[in-house]
């Protein structure tokens, strides 16, 4: 129907072209309607995360619900959740209108600095470990372009920690593997990602263009 | 990630994993009092609450790295709760720093009947938007939520269109665009001058080269061939590079566990 | 895979596991001293052009971290704060990342408590919006508008750490901290669309992605992950977290290059031996 897809269309197209045109013209209004555009878009974007935080909950809800493996373990979501949205909205007694004084700490800051850091920051640095145990088993000099990039990756990992200085003083030179380093970063790694860069930008303007005359559509969703 | 250990072990040793995680759990325990001693049993009710706090983060932190050693269920709970935490901190930082400032204080506490109706005129499209995006939750109306986002990807893919033309393209291509000769200077050396000719010789055949190797819509010849070759081998060091700082990295987010174990969880003296 | 093989590679990965724990263990319980370094020419640039600066310039610091790159990061934003302090510049942070703003509200006051600088006037955290590009774009045209209260509920309008600063236009440098992509999007939206020049400080995995906007001069200077922190550590003339990290960082290293030298030196035996092909 029209309404459904017609009128989405035309409105991507024209939102479209109205971006693309406003950043041409010097006159204040074209400023005033960048501004109010985009605070407009703020205001939407805050209704945007609900959506993500009730399509994870209702994940959850139902591997309890249908009791698939492991569903016990998602309670935790929904504990963890619940608890920190209620000191969240309890505010050391404040309540969720007003904010407490600046630099009280509050128990929604605790469950950030006790729960959600060592969580999150251990996660990430886990990969510490998998990298070191990939590199082992699979970094391997098997033709010229694997040694280009084996040599590549030791000479970053030596250049770039102090210890290198420490061999290069007694070469004659302490930043010697620095300058190597340097090298390989402002010039091959340069060319290389100013090619890749290019090319993602020329994909992403392309795939802008499809967005707009309507080609491409899967911002739409499912159904009619 | 990487596989995990096959789970069919003998009874045996899963009796000693058994007796291993018991020994561990103790031993944190021990060492958790023994260490924050100070602060949990101190006179100060907030320092006894940090003090849990830090041992509740050291016990998390431990947790997470024991999925090193094999998926456990310690560690599916530490991260069900994790992701449930960080979607309740969301909600709350969502309501306090964007819909309490750009929505509930501007309507609810307007100062004057003018200001409200201000913040009525220029707010009610964006709130109505707002909600016809959660219509996306639904099957039956979720079309209305069309309208939000073609009004977000509309203006994303025009901007997108401007700000990579300019940044990424017209002034990448001027740099790479640029005399070779260029970066040569009266003051500076033969040997000098010699490298920053060199250097821009070696960005503007490597550009190309690896451009060269992107375009596939034309079979590639014994001289394309050689130029694409060339191609991947800039791209090979540019990946080894990226290897090299992504190693750094991640050992840089476990020097930051380290730190946090060794000392503010067993205070060793720095 | 066999069993045999199964078992083989799981034991080799836990004794590499335990190796890289102890390489970054060890060298903090021992208390092995931190080498000697030099600051790079990239971490210089960022430290020169904040230098430059004449007191009472605003400084646009965006934080886009959180918790994942505390590590790396947080030295940076640290150092940063600590030297426009030391300048008598102020520090507009802001960030649209919304896991950060208790993580960057805990850096400002501790450095503010550090230095005697008060919030509201000698700095302010703008706090967090949704809608990442659009909230560079608001700012640039506007930064009052976009945030009309800080990160704790104070009213930006007549705030003396503002005044004088209408839009992002208004602002000497853009400084961005941060772990992912975010940093294009202050390049694209705010620095190069309203010719502010921009510094970077970010997580060692996005540092070589930035050399092309390095070299065009659209990126003025970068910290690259802890070490970065290190330098800019060092050209403060202090030694703090990065620092104290930098010989763990090399000894890790050192294994890590053993580890894959060792693996290759084997492989090429074993291929001209004719066992891998």
Redesign the interface.
């Known amino acids: 129907m029209w309404y459904?897809?017609t009128?989405?269309?035309i409105?991507?197209?024209?939102?479209?072209?109205?971006?693309?045109v406003q950043?041409f013209v010097p006159a204040p209004w074209a400023?005033?309607f960048?501004?109010?555009?985009?605070?407009?878009?703020?205001?939407?974007?805050?209704?945007?995360?609900?959506?993500?935080?009730?399509?994870?909950?209702h994940m959850?809800w139902t591997r309890i619900r249908r009791q698939t493996p492991?569903w016990a373990?998602?309670?935790?979501?929904?504990?963890?959740?619940?608890?920190?949205?209620a000191v969240?909205?309890y505010n050391e007694g404040k309540g969720?209108?007003i904010?407490v004084a600046?630099?009280t700490?509050t128990w929604?800051?605790?469950?950030?600095?006790?729960?959600?850091?060592?969580?999150?920051?251990?996660?990430?640095?886990?990969?510490?470990?998998?990298?070191?145990?990939?590199?082992?088993?699979t970094?391997?000099?098997r033709n010229?372009?694997?040694v280009?990039?084996?040599?590549?990756?030791?000479?970053?990992?030596?250049g770039?920690?102090?210890?290198s200085?420490?061999l290069g003083g007694w070469l004659g030179d302490?930043?010697m593997f620095?300058r190597i380093t340097?090298?390989?970063?402002?010039?091959?790694?340069?060319?290389?990602?100013?090619?890749?860069?290019?090319?993602?930008?020329?994909g992403?303007?392309a795939?802008?263009?499809r967005?707009?005359l309507g080609v491409e559509r899967s911002?739409?969703?499912?159904?009619? | 990630m990487e596989p995990q250990a096959q789970t069919t072990e003998s009874p045996m040793r899963r009796t000693v994993e058994a007796a291993v995680m018991i020994a561990l759990g103790t031993a944190f325990v021990v060492a958790s009092i023994l260490c924050q001693k100070d602060s949990l049993f101190g006179k100060n009710a907030n320092d006894r609450i940090e003090a849990v706090g830090i041992i509740i983060a050291a016990a998390l932190t431990l947790i997470m790295y024991s999925f090193l050693y094999r998926d456990n269920p310690l560690f599916k709970i530490a991260e069900n709760v994790y992701i449930g935490a960080q979607l309740g901190y969301g909600a709350i930082n969502t309501w306090r720093l964007a819909l309490r400032p750009q929505i509930y204080n501007p309507l609810a506490l307007a100062p004057s009947n003018q200001a409200l109706w201000d913040a009525l005129v220029f707010r009610s499209v964006p709130i109505l938007l707002g909600v016809l995006l959660l219509t996306r939750l639904s099957r039956k109306h979720g079309w209305l939520s069309r309208y939000s986002y073609s009004m977000m990807v509309g203006w994303g893919a025009g901007m997108t269109i401007l700000v990579m033309t300019d940044t990424n393209i017209l002034q990448q291509l001027q740099a790479a665009a640029k005399p070779i000769q260029a970066g040569v200077t009266a003051d500076a050396g033969w040997w000098a001058n010699a490298g920053a000719v060199t250097g821009a010789l070696t960005v503007l055949v490597g550009t190309v080269c690896v451009l060269f190797y992107f375009f596939f819509s034309i079979p590639h010849g014994p001289v394309g061939q050689r130029v694409s070759k060339t191609g991947i081998w800039f791209l090979m060091l540019s990946f080894g590079a990226s290897f090299g700082y992504t190693a750094m990295a991640r050992i840089s987010l476990v020097i930051g566990r380290m730190r946090f174990l060794l000392f503010e969880w067993l205070k060793i003296p720095q | 895979m066999p069993a045999n093989d199964t078992q083989g590679l799981i034991r080799t990965r836990r004794i590499i596991y335990l190796l890289v724990a102890a390489a970054i263990i060890v060298p903090y319980v021992i208390q092995m001293p931190i080498p000697s370094f030099h600051a790079q020419e990239e971490a210089h640039k960022v430290y020169d052009r904040v230098e430059s600066l004449p007191a009472g310039s605003r400084v646009l610091i965006a934080m886009e971290f959180d918790p994942n790159c505390e590590a790396e990061l947080r030295p940076m934003a640290e150092g940063i704060l600590r030297h426009c302090f030391a300048r008598k510049l102020v520090p507009i942070l802001v960030t649209t990342n919304y896991i950060a703003p208790a993580l960057i509200s805990d850096i400002c006051q501790k450095i503010a408590k550090e230095t005697g600088t008060v919030s509201g006037k000698d700095w302010v955290f703008l706090g967090y919006r949704p809608g990442m590009a659009n909230v560079v774009i608001t700012m640039g045209e506007s930064i009052q508008r976009t945030f009309e209260t800080d990160n704790f509920s104070q009213t930006t309008r007549d705030m003396p750490a503002l005044a004088g600063v209408n839009s992002l236009k208004d602002v000497s440098l853009i400084t961005v901290i941060s772990l992912g992509d975010t940093v294009n999007m202050w390049i694209q939206y705010g620095s190069d669309r309203l010719k502010v020049p921009l510094v970077a400080g970010v997580t060692a995995v996005m540092a070589p992605d930035l050399y092309p906007y390095l070299n065009t001069g659209q990126v003025k200077g970068i910290l690259a992950g802890l070490r970065g922190a290190a330098d800019y550590e060092l050209l403060l003339h202090r030694s703090d977290d990065a620092a104290k990290g930098m010989q763990v960082q090399s000894v890790a290293h050192g294994l890590l290059i053993a580890l894959i030298i060792g693996a290759n030196v084997r492989f090429l035996f074993r291929r001209a031996q004719g066992k891998e092909a």
């Open positions: 459904k897809r009128i989405p269309l409105l991507v197209f024209a939102i479209g072209v109205a971006a693309f950043e400023g005033r960048r501004e109010n555009i985009t605070l407009w878009f703020q205001i939407i974007g805050s209704f945007a995360l609900f959506i993500g935080l009730y399509s994870l909950l959850h492991g373990y998602s309670i935790f979501v929904f504990l963890a959740a619940g608890g920190m949205i969240g909205l969720p209108i904010d600046q630099g700490r929604l800051d605790r469950g950030y600095d006790y729960l959600i850091k060592p969580c999150t920051a251990t996660i990430y640095s886990s990969m510490a470990f998998f990298m070191a145990s990939a590199a082992f088993r970094f391997r000099a010229t372009a694997a280009l990039m084996l040599v590549a990756a030791l000479v970053v990992m030596f770039r920690v102090p210890v200085e420490v302490p930043e620095s340097d090298v390989l970063m402002k010039y091959p790694n340069l060319a290389a990602k100013r090619a890749i860069m290019m090319g993602i930008s020329l992403a303007i795939q802008s263009l967005i707009l911002y739409m969703g499912g159904g009619d």
